[in-house]
Each structure stands twice: as structure tokens, then as C-alpha cells.
């Protein structure tokens, strides 16, 4: 499976983004998609997934209510809406898919998602 990642730039505190990553490739059944990022000097974290067969998030508390993750299954393309960006959301945005396990909401850790994508950089001016 091949990721490709789309959409970062530059906002200021308070605008909107919307990320984009598409599967292809040898693409049986779509997998579960996630959303990990990592800021200068700090390790990759876990920010949302998309559990694939229903269209259900799961979110890390800091983007809670701010983001909100989708999927379009025509397209094999999984989304981040990113809204009230803050300056502490800068980082390099990596989407990752195809899970080692089915349940999401503890699947936080990379060493659990099999594929990446290319990062791209969310930058949020104060």
C-alpha cells in the first residue's frame, strides 16, 4: 500500500486545514487510516484514526473537538479537517494506515501501523 499525504501549509492561530492521504497501490479492502505528528525536537505522536468499514474517529484528547477525521471509500482517501489551530499543532503531519489491530482506540503507538506516507508541514502562526 502506498500513502500519499497532501494539504499542510502555513495558518495563523484560529484558521482551518484539511490534510489528505490516498491509498493505492495493491489495494484489496481499504484499511484503517491514522494521523500521526511530530514537532521539531519531539518524538511522533498518535492524533487520530478512522476506522475504515463505519467512518469512526478516534482522537487523542489534545485535537479533540478540534479535528475531525473521515473517509471516502470511492476514493480511498482518509481526511483530517483541522480546525482552531493553535501554534502548538506545528509539526510534520504523517498519515499512516493498515493497523495491526482492529481496535483503534489503542492503537496509538507507530510501531503498530504498517504503512506510511510522506509528511507534510502544518505550520500555525501566533
Known amino acids: 500500500v502506498q500513502l500519499q499525504a497532501s494539504g499542510g501549509g502555513v495558518v495563523q492561530a484560529g484558521g482551518s486545514l484539511r490534510l489528505s492521504c490516498t491509498q493505492s497501490?495493491?489495494?484489496?479492502?481499504?484499511?484503517?487510516m491514522g494521523w500521526f505528528r511530530q514537532a521539531p525536537g519531539k518524538e511522533r505522536v498518535f492524533v487520530a484514526a478512522v476506522m475504515w468499514t463505519v467512518n469512526s474517529g478516534y482522537y487523542d484528547a489534545s485535537v479533540k473537538g478540534r479535528f475531525t477525521i473521515s473517509r471516502d471509500s470511492a476514493n480511498n482517501t482518509a481526511y483530517l479537517q483541522m480546525d482552531n489551530l493553535r501554534p502548538e499543532d506545528t509539526a510534520v503531519y504523517y498519515c499512516?494506515?493498515?493497523?495491526?489491530?482492529?481496535?483503534?482506540?489503542?492503537?496509538?503507538?507507530?510501531?503498530?501501523?504498517?504503512?506510511w506516507g510522506q509528511g507534510t508541514l502544518v505550520t500555525v502562526s501566533s
Open positions: 499512516a494506515a493498515d493497523p495491526s489491530t482492529k481496535h483503534l482506540h489503542v492503537a496509538g503507538h507507530e510501531s503498530l501501523w504498517r504503512s
Open positions: 497501490g495493491r489495494v484489496v479492502s481499504s484499511h484503517d
